[in-house]
């Protein structure tokens, strides 16, 4: 029940292309959903995250998309870049956990110029 | 400049070596965290401490110790016994942002590799 399954593994995407990823979930407790970008050999950096109050967060490129009933979000990235192209992880986090994430396992994404 | 620092950024030891990783933050944030990478296996918590003088055990913390005597500082030793040692380690830290909203924040990672 604490796991967060992402899909897919891997991802190419052509350049300007939508870039989608998804993320389910089991635990209800969870309140606190964020998006890491991680590039080789550096430290995950946090993208965008979003609470289950609303349905959808946009950040430049960057949305989040969230059903509660169906207990997943997902992350779109439109007109995607090369530079894009790096390991995204989705995680989430209750209140009572104190901020201990659990994170899915990530999708590299590739994006073909 | 503030942030997360891990030292070295590769580290080398010879097997039934015991190894410390250094993390400091300057961000004044209550919360440490040490995680494990390795690939396809997303990021694995080893151990957290929410206060100074106190830590808990994560999902793999078999053969690591950890020590929180400064705010700033959450050092990890990787033991003899942790049985396959050579991995990406992540320091991160976080701080309550809002209403049960913990935002957390990763260092830059050392990479060990134990031969």
């Known amino acids: 029940q604490q796991q967060v399954k992402q899909s897919p593994q891997s991802l190419i995407v052509q350049k300007g292309g939508i870039s989608i990823i998804n993320c389910a979930y089991e635990n209800t407790a969870f309140d606190y959903f964020p998006w890491y970008q991680q590039f080789p050999g550096k430290g995950p950096a946090l993208l965008i995250a979003?609470?289950?109050?609303?349905s959808e967060k946009k950040e430049g490129r960057f949305t989040i998309s969230f059903n509660k009933s169906a207990k997943q979000f997902s992350l779109h990235i439109m007109d995607s870049q090369p530079g894009d192209s790096a390991t995204y992880f989705c995680a989430a986090s209750s209140a009572g956990s104190q901020g201990n994430l659990i994170f899915g396992k990530g999708t590299k994404l590739s994006v073909k110029p | 400049d503030g942030g997360i620092t891990q030292s070295p950024k590769y580290l080398f030891r010879k097997e039934g070596q015991n190894v410390t990783l250094s993390c400091e933050q300057n961000l004044n944030h209550d919360a440490m965290y040490w995680y494990r990478q390795d690939p396809g296996q997303g990021l694995r918590l080893i151990y957290y401490s929410q206060i100074v003088n106190d830590f808990q055990k994560g999902d793999i913390a078999e053969g690591y110790s950890v020590s929180r005597e400064k705010k700033e500082s959450f050092p990890l030793t990787v033991t003899s016994a942790q049985k396959n040692p050579t991995a990406f380690y992540l320091c991160?830290?976080?701080?309550?942002?809002?209403?049960?909203?913990?935002?957390?924040?990763f260092g830059p990672g050392t990479r060990l590799t134990v031969t």
């Open positions: 991160a830290s976080s701080h309550q942002r809002d209403r049960g909203t913990y935002e957390q924040y």
């Open positions: 979003i609470r289950p109050d609303v």
